[in-house]
């Protein structure tokens, strides 16, 4: 059994045996095991956009109600992986390791960091994703970077222009969505891990 902790309501880990999915109704902050994790904690207040998002419309970098943080430590405490967009402002201000393509570097905390492209495994758009695992068993992954996407995550990029690139604008929800290959991986890798102690005696 697993937790996917910070999913879409409906989304692709609803209806999954062995997976019990936490949406934005049942607070993702308050999980208390005890099964390993596949984490997505929200990313609008940390990945590349905020810094805009802060100027235009006062969203503070970093202000996400401590859903990272309460992630972090989840997947700390039971094990597994957790996902954020690549180059996540969220890592160096938790002090985690920035991962390179080509496979998972060991943290100083005794985890696992990786940088991987969701297009590789089905996604429409090129989306970069960083990793991070405790008690995993390091995988293989697809390292590659991803092929030539059909469609644009931002929404600042001009619509004509996109259009004579031959590249579609997606919408937010399918933007966010994790193509099932990559959360079947995701979830194979969470079954992975080996729960700590601690969190088997909570």
């Not at 996604?123 to 008690?135: D, I, Q």
């Not at 970077?145 to 996109?162: N, V």
Request: glycine residues 10%; proline residues 8%.
């Amino acid at each position: 059994m697993i937790a996917a902790l910070y999913v879409q309501t409906n989304g692709c880990y609803f209806g999954l045996d062995g997976v019990d999915p936490w949406d934005e109704a049942r607070d993702a902050r308050t999980y208390a095991g005890p099964w390993p994790v596949v984490a997505h904690p929200p990313c609008d207040r940390w990945c590349q956009m905020a810094p805009v998002n802060q100027a235009r419309y006062g969203h503070k970098i970093g202000d996400d109600g401590g859903c990272f943080a309460a992630a972090l430590a989840s997947v700390r405490r039971w094990g597994g992986i957790l996902e954020h967009p690549a180059l996540s402002l969220a890592w160096p201000a938790f002090g985690l390791p920035r991962p390179s393509y080509g496979g998972w570097t060991r943290t100083f905390c005794g985890g696992w960091v990786a940088h991987v492209d969701q297009r590789n495994y089905g996604h429409r758009a090129m989306k970069g994703t960083w990793l991070y695992g405790v008690g995993i068993e390091p995988t293989t992954l697809i390292w590659r970077k991803g092929d030539k996407p059909e469609a644009w995550i931002s929404a600042d990029r001009p619509r004509a222009e996109l259009a004579a690139l031959g590249i579609a604008q997606l919408s937010k929800r399918e933007a966010k969505a994790t193509p099932e290959p990559f959360r079947d991986l995701l979830i194979s890798i969470a079954r992975s891990a080996r729960v700590p102690a601690e969190g088997l005696a909570a």
